[in-house]
């Protein structure tokens, strides 16, 4: 079993910042790519920032500039840091991360949601 779990949204006036949390916990040989996706209503979900084990980073082109993406690897933990923001980023937040538990089996898993609400 692999457990995602998010935490840090809330409720943020335009142009403040939420710093996006997320630990991966469970039975875990390795983890690959991790990132961030969001979901808005009737939506898909897409992606918003995703890193990789050498901590490659990449962006959808209306997060870049504001948003940042990290990871601490001792800590199976990914962290999304949410400048600047606007309500059009309003949404539900997820994690994704991709999980070996063992040298041959894994997959990709996801968390359960945090809510972002950019609003005066």
Known sequence: QVHLVESGGGLVQPGGSLRLSCVVS????????MGWYRQYPGKE?????QISI???TDFADSVKGRFT????????S????????KPEDTAVYY???GVRTSATT????????TQVTVSA
């Open 26 to 33: 469970g039975h875990i040989f390795s983890i690959s790519n």
């Open 45 to 49: 979900r897409e992606l918003v920032a």
């Open 54 to 56: 050498t901590s490659t």
């Open 69 to 76: 993406i990290s990871r601490d690897n001792a800590k199976n």
């Open 78 to 85: 990914v962290y999304l840091q949410m400048n600047s923001l």
């Open 95 to 97: 994690c994704q991360a």
């Open 106 to 113: 894994g997959g990709f898993y996801w968390g359960q949601g």
